[in-house]
C-alpha cells in the first residue's frame, strides 16, 4: 500500500497517524519553486473521515529535522545518534522532487486508461506467472479467501510481475518527501501539500521501526520514487500492518519470498478491505433510460440493490440476496459502462483509492484465470 501501493498511479491515503509535533518544514534555500504538484487523479474520490487539523506554518528544516529525530527515536525506543547516522547517509533527490511535481495528466477515461494495465502481454505473463506458482498461491487463497489470479493481478499492475519493483533508494526518497515536498504557490494547494508532506514524513519515521523489526538495511532498500517496496509495493506503515510470515521463517519479507509476498497481499485485502471469501467483486448493470448515473461519495457498498433498483439500477449477473454495493460508472469506448461494485471491489480500493484501479485489477484478475471480461 498501501497505503497503500505506487506504481502508474499514484493515489496514497493520508496517514493519521503523524507525530503531533512534526510540522512542514521550508525547503532548504537551494530548492528551486516547484510545479503545481500532482493531485490524487481526480476519478479517486477523497474518504469521508475528517482529517485533523494541521499548521501550517513553516518550520525551518534543520528544526524540523531534529523535531523528527527526537520524536521518532521517543516513538520507537531508537536511539537518536542512530536515526541521525542514518540520514547522514540519506541524499535529497532532484527527481523525486520532479517526478512528484509532474502536473497531473489529464484522467484518463476507462477505455484509454485499462489499456495500460491489461494487454495481451500481461495477461499471458499473469498466466505463466499463475502456473509457476500456483501451488503456494492455492495455499494462501484456501487460507484467506483471496483468489489466487487476484493477488497475482496485483504483482501484475504493480511491478509486472516483479520486472519492475522501483530503482530509487528508499531512503532518499522519503527523505526528499519528508522534507522537500514540492510546493505550487497556490495557496489553494498548500494545506494537501503540507499534509502530504507529512504523511511521507510519517513514513520515513516507520522506515526506522521497519527496518529494526525485519532486521532490514535501509540504506540497501529500493522502491518506487514514493518510497513503495518489493513485488507488492507496501509503504513502511503498510509493510508493518499487513505483511505477514508466510513461509514461517520468522521473517516478513517482501523483497525475496515470494510466500510472504502472496500471504502479505491477500492479508492485506482481508485485514484492510475486509475481503469476504467467496463474495463477488463487481457485475455490470444497466441504468434505465432517462436516468442519471448516482456517484457517490466514495465506493463504501451501503446501498441496498432495492434503493439502487429506484435509481434505475438492474445487475445483469445473479448476485447474492440482501447484498449491499455501490455504483460504478466508467466511460466505455462505446459509451457509458455502468457496473455494482460489492464488499470485494471495495477492498481492491484499499490497495490504491481509484475505481479504475480497481476495476482493472479485477479484470485482468478474471482474464488470468481464463474468464472472459467485456471491451474496454
Same mark, same amino acid.
Given at each position: 500500500?498501501?497505503?497503500?501501493?505506487?506504481?502508474?498511479?499514484? @493515489?496514497?491515503?493520508? *496517514?493519521?497517524?503523524? /507525530?503531533?509535533?512534526?510540522?512542514?518544514?521550508?525547503?532548504?534555500?537551494?530548492?528551486?519553486?516547484?510545479?503545481?504538484?500532482? /493531485?490524487?487523479?481526480?476519478?479517486?474520490v477523497?474518504?469521508? @473521515?475528517?482529517?485533523?487539523?494541521?499548521?501550517?506554518?513553516?518550520?525551518?528544516?534543520?528544526?524540523a529535522?531534529?523535531?523528527?529525530?527526537?520524536?521518532?527515536?521517543?516513538?520507537?525506543?531508537?536511539?537518536?545518534?542512530?536515526?541521525?547516522?542514518?540520514?547522514?547517509?540519506?541524499?535529497?533527490?532532484?527527481?523525486? !522532487?520532479?517526478?512528484?511535481?509532474?502536473?497531473?495528466?489529464?484522467?484518463?477515461?476507462?477505455?484509454?486508461?485499462?489499456?495500460?494495465?491489461?494487454?495481451?502481454?500481461?495477461?499471458d505473463?499473469?498466466?505463466?506467472?499463475?502456473a509457476?506458482?500456483?501451488?503456494?498461491?492455492?495455499?494462501?487463497?484456501?487460507?484467506?479467501?483471496?483468489?489466487?489470479?487476484?493477488?497475482?493481478?496485483?504483482?501484475?499492475?504493480?511491478?509486472?510481475?516483479?520486472?519492475?519493483?522501483?530503482?530509487?533508494?528508499?531512503?532518499?526518497?522519503?527523505y526528499?518527501?519528508?522534507?522537500?515536498?514540492?510546493?505550487?504557490? &497556490?495557496?489553494?494547494? *498548500?494545506?494537501?501539500?503540507?499534509?502530504?508532506?507529512?504523511?511521507?514524513?510519517?513514513?520515513?519515521?516507520?522506515?526506522?521501526?521497519?527496518?529494526?523489526?525485519?532486521?532490514?538495511?535501509?540504506?540497501?532498500?529500493?522502491?518506487?520514487?514514493?518510497?513503495?517496496?518489493?513485488?507488492?509495493?507496501?509503504?513502511p506503515?503498510?509493510?508493518?500492518?499487513?505483511?505477514?510470515?508466510?513461509?514461517? &521463517?520468522?521473517?516478513? &519479507?517482501?523483497? %525475496?519470498?515470494? &510466500?510472504? !509476498?502472496?500471504a502479505?497481499? @491477500?492479508?492485506?485485502?482481508?485485514?484492510k %478491505? %475486509?475481503?469476504?471469501?467467496?463474495? /463477488?467483486?463487481?457485475?455490470?448493470?444497466?441504468?434505465?433510460?432517462?436516468?442519471?448515473?448516482?456517484?457517490?461519495?466514495?465506493?463504501?457498498?451501503?446501498?441496498?440493490?432495492?434503493d439502487?433498483?429506484?435509481?434505475?439500477y438492474?445487475?445483469?449477473?445473479?448476485?447474492?440476496?440482501?447484498?449491499?454495493?455501490?455504483?460504478?460508472?466508467?466511460?466505455?469506448?462505446?459509451?457509458? $459502462? #455502468?457496473?455494482?461494485?460489492?464488499?470485494? #471491489?471495495?477492498?481492491?480500493?484499499?490497495?490504491?483509492?481509484?475505481k479504475? #484501479?480497481?476495476?482493472?485489477?479485477? $479484470?485482468?484478475?478474471? @482474464?488470468?484465470?481464463?474468464?472472459?471480461i /467485456?471491451?474496454?
Amino acid at each position: 500500500m498501501t497505503k497503500p501501493a505506487l506504481t502508474g498511479l499514484l @493515489a496514497l491515503v493520508l *496517514l493519521g497517524c503523524v /507525530p503531533k509535533e512534526a510540522q512542514v518544514a521550508s525547503p532548504p534555500p537551494a530548492v528551486p519553486a516547484a510545479n503545481p504538484a500532482a /493531485p490524487v487523479p481526480a476519478e479517486a474520490v477523497p474518504e469521508k @473521515a475528517a482529517a485533523p487539523a494541521v499548521d501550517l506554518t513553516p518550520v525551518p528544516f534543520e528544526t524540523a529535522r531534529a523535531n523528527f529525530v527526537r520524536d521518532t527515536s521517543a516513538r520507537y525506543g531508537i536511539p537518536a545518534a542512530e536515526i541521525e547516522a542514518t540520514l547522514a547517509r540519506a541524499n535529497f533527490l532532484d527527481s523525486v !522532487v520532479n517526478a512528484m511535481s509532474r502536473p497531473a495528466e489529464r484522467v484518463k477515461p476507462w477505455h484509454e486508461y485499462r489499456p495500460m494495465f491489461i494487454s495481451q502481454a500481461r495477461i499471458d505473463g499473469g498466466r505463466r506467472f499463475l502456473a509457476q506458482h500456483r501451488e503456494a498461491l492455492e495455499k494462501v487463497q484456501a487460507r484467506t479467501g483471496v483468489p489466487a489470479e487476484l493477488i497475482v493481478a496485483i504483482i501484475g499492475v504493480e511491478t509486472s510481475y516483479g520486472g519492475n519493483t522501483g530503482r530509487y533508494s528508499v531512503l532518499d526518497a522519503l527523505y526528499t518527501l519528508a522534507f522537500r515536498y514540492p510546493r505550487s504557490g &497556490d495557496p489553494a494547494r *498548500l494545506e494537501r501539500e503540507v499534509r502530504r508532506e507529512l504523511f511521507f514524513r510519517d513514513e520515513l519515521a516507520q522506515l526506522f521501526a521497519l527496518a529494526r523489526e525485519e532486521n532490514l538495511d535501509i540504506a540497501t532498500l529500493k522502491g518506487s520514487y514514493a518510497g513503495a517496496m518489493g513485488m507488492g509495493q507496501f509503504m513502511p506503515s503498510s509493510y508493518r500492518d499487513f505483511a505477514v510470515d508466510g513461509d514461517g &521463517d520468522g521473517r516478513r &519479507d517482501l523483497f %525475496g519470498s515470494l &510466500d510472504d !509476498v502472496f500471504a502479505s497481499i @491477500a492479508n492485506y485485502f482481508v485485514k484492510k %478491505g %475486509g475481503w469476504v471469501a467467496g463474495g /463477488p467483486v463487481a457485475v455490470p448493470a444497466t441504468l434505465a433510460p432517462g436516468r442519471e448515473p448516482f456517484n457517490p461519495e466514495d465506493w463504501t457498498p451501503t446501498y441496498a440493490l432495492a434503493d439502487l433498483a429506484a435509481r434505475g439500477y438492474t445487475p445483469q449477473q445473479p448476485v447474492p440476496a440482501g447484498i449491499a454495493a455501490t455504483p460504478v460508472s466508467l466511460e466505455g469506448s462505446a459509451g457509458p $459502462q #455502468y457496473w455494482l461494485g460489492f464488499q470485494n #471491489y471495495y477492498a481492491i480500493t484499499r490497495y490504491n483509492i481509484s475505481k479504475m #484501479y480497481a476495476m482493472a485489477v479485477y $479484470q485482468l484478475s478474471q @482474464a488470468i484465470a481464463g474468464r472472459e471480461i /467485456p471491451p474496454a
